[in-house]
């Protein structure tokens, strides 16, 4: 069975401190890979999707990038975080299938704070 | 335009009574899918039930089921015999096209079973 992590569960960052966050799936290959934002008591923005090594579209102009330096790792990183980056962030992968259920499945998350 | 709206920020309900979570949505395609999600106070998104739009029977896993008005373009989650456990943010989510990557979220309702 697939089975999807993320770390750190939590992360405490001052403002201007870079940021590294790590995704990977297990138990499938060519995922389509996705992360999302999630402000406190909101719904989900999506920041980054991938459909393959080092194909990445941004959704969502901001000082966040993402990266797929292997078939079932994404990673959401910066260089210096703002105080608006505080959120939850989610990863996600589906298995990349055109029509039917290709549904969506999500990690646990990350609890992003910035002090 | 929003593309998928929950009218209801928050529902409550008795435990043990049917509850109606509704959801309306907005595409031009014929192809699409359409989903609903449980995120527990914990964090992490949780699939609960799938439509296709070319599916002419109405979805039911377990205790959900889903109202497809294809026409109304609604699909309300209906959860029945509400347990003390389905207190949680329910989302509904769509993906556009039949070669669809993204999925787009609405803002979610909050469920609070009441014992």
């Known amino acids: 069975s697939q089975t999807i992590h993320q770390w750190p569960a939590t992360l405490v960052q001052p403002v201007g401190s870079p940021l590294s966050l790590e995704c990977t799936v297990e138990?499938?290959?060519?995922?389509?890979l996705y992360w999302y934002r999630q402000a406190a008591g909101r719904g989900l923005q999506l920041l980054f999707y991938s459909v393959g090594i080092g194909q990445i579209s941004s959704e969502v102009p901001q000082n966040l990038s993402a990266s797929r330096p292997q078939d079932r790792q994404f990673i959401l990183s910066s260089k210096k975080l703002l105080l608006s980056d505080s959120g939850f962030y989610l990863c996600?992968?589906?298995?990349?299938?055109?029509?039917?259920?290709?549904?969506?499945?999500f990690g646990p998350g990350t609890r992003l704070t910035v002090l | 335009a929003q593309k998928i709206t929950q009218t209801q920020p928050g529902m409550f309900v008795q435990e043990k009574e049917a509850v109606t979570l509704d959801c309306t949505y907005d595409?031009?395609?014929?192809?699409?899918?359409l989903f609903w999600y449980k995120q527990p106070s914990s964090g992490e998104m949780i699939f609960l039930i799938y439509?296709?739009?070319?599916?002419?029977q109405n979805a039911t896993e377990g205790r959900y089921s889903l109202n497809f008005q294809k026409a109304r373009k609604s699909a309300n989650l209906v959860i029945s015999a509400s347990q003390l456990g389905d207190s949680a943010m329910y989302f509904c989510?769509?993906?556009?096209?039949?070669?669809?990557?993204?999925?787009?979220f609405g803002p979610g309702t909050r469920l609070s079973v009441l014992p």
């Open positions: 989510a769509m993906r556009e096209g039949h070669y669809g990557q993204n999925f787009v």
């Open positions: 439509q296709g739009s070319y599916d002419e």
């Open positions: 595409t031009s395609d014929q192809s699409y899918g």
């Open positions: 138990g499938t290959s060519n995922p389509n």
């Open positions: 996600a992968w589906t298995a990349g299938l055109a029509g039917g259920t290709d549904t969506q499945y």
